[in-house]
């Protein structure tokens, strides 16, 4: 079964760090482009950074670039997301998604359950 | 940035009707990067449609997409009591990838 299992959320401090992990399985994970896409409950998902299959090129969201880091370890079959410099605008539960291939019209495929990410003191 | 507008911003319906959602792009989209997704409580979302009017694997033949340029339309032509729940459309070609506000479709 295709599978994307997001973990490493919870409770931090403004200006905490928190990395988040998403273990894939059930397909060859170093072949797909991989996106984190973050939502606050009752509003619309907000796309937040992607990474191609082997980590060499990423994008970001202006409200994240040089806070958050995407990476991927493909040994791992895991993608990450490093978070710094968290604010409160940053509470919301955090997904990541794949890329599907040409079958899926390279849309956003699969997505994980989500991880709750909660920016207060 | 696109821009994604979706209306109604909730939609009350009884099973057997048909629904349609709007969405509306603040300029002209390629048709070939614009999906549609369902989202249920406590879940990701799920792919519907893409490319405008592809159906994902495993979406019903009663849901369609259509339009072009600015203006798409998700339609569902007999709802069923599984089909209640929130849907989004995103663009999808290139950064940033945008998502509407959603469209809650409610039982009547």
């Not at chain 1, 605008?89 to 709750?116: K, P």
């Not at chain 2, 009017?53 to 339009?67: E, I, K, V």
Request: aromatic letters at 12%; one cysteine or more; glycine letters at 12%.
């Amino acid at each position: 079964e295709v599978q994307l299992v997001e973990s490493g959320g919870g409770l931090v401090q403004p200006g905490g760090s928190l990395r988040l992990s998403c273990a894939a399985s059930g397909f060859s994970f170093r072949s797909y482009l991989m996106h984190w896409v973050r939502q606050v409950p009752g509003m619309g998902p907000v796309w937040v950074s992607h990474i191609n299959g082997d980590g060499s090129s990423t994008t970001y969201a202006d409200s994240v670039k040089g806070r958050f880091m995407i990476s991927r370890d493909n040994a791992k079959n895991t993608l990450y997301l490093q978070m710094n410099s968290l604010r409160h605008e940053d509470t919301a539960v955090y997904y990541c998604t794949r890329v599907g291939g040409y079958s899926s019209g390279y849309a956003f495929d699969i997505w994980g359950q989500g991880t709750m990410v909660t920016v207060s003191s | 940035e696109i821009v994604l507008t979706q209306s109604p911003g909730t939609l009350s319906l009884s099973p057997g009707e048909r629904a349609t959602l709007s969405c509306r792009a603040s300029q002209s989209i390629s048709s070939s990067h614009l999906a549609w997704f369902q989202q249920k409580p406590g879940q990701g979302p799920r792919l519907l449609i893409y490319g405008a009017y592809s159906w994902a694997t495993g979406t019903p033949d009663r849901f369609s997409g259509s339009g072009s340029g600015a203006d798409f339309t998700l339609t569902i032509s007999r709802l069923e009591p599984e089909d209640f729940a929130v849907y989004y459309c995103q663009h999808y070609g290139s950064s940033p990838y945008t998502f509407g506000q959603g469209t809650k479709l409610e039982i009547k």
